[in-house]
């Protein structure tokens, strides 16, 4: 690198570097609104939130940046840098231009609209009022099109949406994945649902204290490999993990009394998130390529853990005594098989977040393709109740009763959050196609799950996806551990597998 | 107020609120790292607080900054000004003025060499090597003489560092009022010394597990009406209150499970801090005043708390049953006067932070005498051992075995930190005054404490004290609260009374 560009690439670094910081602060004020900010201090804390967020968005789209990225670009330059200082430059660069070529009050529109539609989205989901939301539905769906405008239309004008959360991922790729999907799970699903089994449940309905459920949390994240040196466990309303650096992941739970698996699962899903980016090579701290490097790949990493693992019968072989002994009078007439086939109950049902492992697939396909009708079809926020009550009742045999458990249940499109729900199934199937590999690289993978050995698993990940962070693509890093694109069948194969045996097909 | 003038007050206004949402995330990032902060996360985290303490920085010393104070100092401008605008200005111009006299590289000296020297200091502390710190130690006080003569040599060049955390005072006045104290309670510690009574305090050496201590905490914290939805109670290794922001006030203690009255005093220590933040009047939220007005001040409400109210005879009498509720079989054979004799033994000792509440003047008036020295008499560093521990003998009779429990065991010398020691006593003094007052307008003072009714006391002090923040300077504040100025007779007719009937002198 020449001495010019040495000293452009050294501000360039410490700009980041700022960026990162606000990042930090950001994500700390937020952790802590979530799990234990005091009440009365919540609406300034808000304002300060909002003040930083833009201190940290200007120096996104600072002049200073535009120059830096314009001499990156030149190519006299770009050829002295390595590759992973391009993929930095990228990665800054992407995130200038998305942010750059909307129009200021534009933008300011779209985050006031997107905070008041959230509000209206919580009284309509309460009430069942889809016309009272429908307005402010319409205006953000009607924002979100002029922005992929500015941002520019990629194959189709959905493909810009999806490639915000996956990069390059397009419609054409996901039409032919989630089709073939669809394919082979719908009649799995009805399969099922004619067979005669039933997991029994009832033991799952009895009070389970949260402190021991939290001991039992805090002992499952430890045997993942979960560094509490570089994180910790909270509780909040709803479960998440944040990076707040490298060395600083936090998780959080909700532990229900009347739900022992609830809190369970939720805390090896985040703990798959924060595994992720605790093992990214440190290397890249300071960086914007230190984190995970796509919702989808993200997602198969808290459900590798959570499902693949946590949901195996050889992880309940091995960890049922340690429930047991943790509810030793709830549990004492319970089998580990009994709990494995419990966790493992396939329900046909109208929401989301309480869908298991097989059917969520369903509720996300549905919603995909709703999204796509509305940003390639025309479809109008208006049509949107009916739409997706014939959806439910194709994929799912169910019609919402009212659309707070229908088209109103979740919070992602109040603020404009399209695109992003191909992510929860992308994870399953990348989840999927990497413990495909995983079993060929360690054959005796079932057995160490059942002697509790999960290290070998972790120190896997990290060494073909973890330690990478953002330096490589999505489509990038299943080829190169899988020698293979994205294929759904490996989904497909393994939930036929399981639900089969589990479900005497 | 012109309009014209108006556009630069709420560009004032703004620029001002974007200063203290960079203040609210750093105190929420060190309330973090002393709270429970994934160790290994620690180094980043630094790194994020110096990135963000120096653009919070940049912001205070900006051009915009100096332009607008410019603006407002102009006559026909300042006169459009109503009284509590013109202190806020006032407030930011010191800030200001404080922060821009000093040559960015000095500052930057300054800050390198004060982080290195507190390194030092602990190792030196450890192992009682003055000489290992001695170096630094003199690079600091020279660095902070050239700091004063940026800064502008007040009546002495002491008076600049004592008016930096008390404003307006100095030391021709703290002169006349450490040696009235000093001639005044010197010879109480000496009667004291030679009485014949001493509390019995061997029922305090037993284990008081840490969680009832805890719920003690809490239980009386609420008792003096801390706000728990305006702030919370965590555990750190040394106990300090934050406020986030006027509805975000944090406290923290430490639990030691051999000593069950050190977590009691340190909580209704920081919640007295805590309780003037809280009730700071709202609408000053977002300004510079809404914060304490001093460090004599805000010591004068956690020393009210602690020691006034907290070591009363009348206090003890009511929450000696929730102490001895909460440790039965320990406290089963002691009695509510024991327990306040006990909480008021007076032992000469070497170590401040240990002192007891008489004796613990007397090491603040030999640090404030040794400051003097330092910065208007040229003593030099070399010298402060001999110096110190001739003062130790002098005044507390004792002189210390080796300098880590002499000379070297604060922190602040370390941290450049001249001037602050006074506010200690200050707030002794201050609070003694107020008390005296207090007891005329509520002169059933002590039943209301006897009874638990402590809501009276926090209200008069809101009513007083509390609500005002930064918008009065201290002496106008003790003035108008008590009618007179600082008169360091009512701590001593405090501390003779109360010590007088405890060792029968």
Redesign the interface.
């Known amino acids: 690198m020449d001495a010019q560009l040495h000293k452009h690439w050294e501000q360039f670094q410490q700009l980041v570097?700022?960026i990162?910081?606000?990042n930090?602060?950001?994500g700390?004020?937020y952790w802590?609104l979530r799990t234990?900010?005091?009440?009365?201090?919540t609406?300034?804390?808000s304002?300060?939130i909002g003040?930083?967020s833009t201190?940290g968005f200007k120096l996104q789209v600072s002049e200073e940046m535009g120059q830096l990225l314009a001499i990156f670009a030149e190519p006299q330059n770009e050829q002295q840098l390595d590759e992973r200082s391009r993929r930095m430059v990228a990665e800054v660069r992407k995130n200038y231009e998305q942010s750059q070529s909307i129009p200021p009050e534009k933008f300011q529109e779209y985050t006031i609209l997107s905070s008041q539609s959230e509000v209206k989205w919580e009284e309509a989901k309460e009430n069942s009022d889809f016309a009272g939301f429908e307005p402010y539905l319409s205006r953000i769906v009607a924002l979100k099109q002029e922005f992929i405008d500015y941002w520019g239309v990629k194959d189709t004008r959905y493909d810009t949406l999806l490639d915000m959360y996956e990069p390059e991922m397009t419609v054409e790729k996901l039409d032919a994945i989630f089709d073939r999907l669809k394919a082979r799970l719908v009649p799995l699903v009805q399969a099922i649902q004619k067979s005669t089994f039933e997991p029994e449940t009832g033991f799952l309905k009895q009070l389970f204290p949260k402190e021991q459920q939290k001991k039992l949390s805090l002992f499952l994240l430890e045997q993942m490999g979960y560094?509490?040196?570089?994180?910790?466990l909270d509780e909040s309303v709803h479960p998440f993990a944040t990076g707040?650096?490298?060395?600083?992941v936090?998780i959080t739970t909700k532990f229900h009394q009347d739900d022992v698996l609830s809190a369970i699962y939720s805390s090896l899903h985040e703990g798959g998130h924060a595994l992720y980016e605790q093992n990214v090579d440190i290397e890249l701290?300071?960086t914007p390529l230190a984190g995970g490097t796509s919702m989808g790949i993200h997602e198969s990493q808290s459900r590798l853990w959570e499902n693949m693992i946590g949901r195996s019968r050889p992880f309940w072989n091995r960890y049922f005594t340690d429930l047991q002994q943790h509810f030793p009078e709830q549990l004492k007439d319970v089998t580990a098989e009994q709990l494995f086939l419990a966790a493992n109950r396939v329900e046909n049902s109208l929401i989301r977040i309480e869908a298991d492992e097989l059917t969520y697939n369903l509720h996300i396909i549905i919603r995909y393709e709703i999204e796509k009708m509305i940003f390639n079809e025309g479809l109008s926020v208006k049509e949107l109740p009916a739409t997706w009550n014939a959806k439910y009742q194709d994929y799912l045999g169910l019609t919402p009763p009212n659309d707070g458990v229908g088209v109103l249940q979740d919070v992602h499109w109040s603020g404009g959050d399209f695109g992003y729900f191909a992510s929860y199934s992308l994870g399953n199937m990348y989840a999927a196609q990497i413990l495909n590999t995983m079993r060929q690289e360690i054959p005796n993978l079932d057995n160490l799950i059942e002697e509790g050995k999960l290290a070998p698993i972790k120190e896997w990940l990290t060494d073909k996806i973890y330690k990478y962070g953002k330096s490589e693509k999505p489509a990038e890093i299943i080829k190169r551990v899988t020698g293979e694109e994205l294929n759904p069948d490996y989904l497909a194969d393994y939930l036929e597998a399981k639900y089969t045996e589990i479900y005497k097909l």
């Open positions: 570097r700022k990162i910081s606000y930090e602060a950001l700390l004020l802590d234990g900010a005091p009440r009365k201090g609406d300034i804390r304002e300060t003040i930083l201190e560094d509490f040196e570089a994180g910790r707040l650096n490298p060395r600083d936090r701290a300071g």
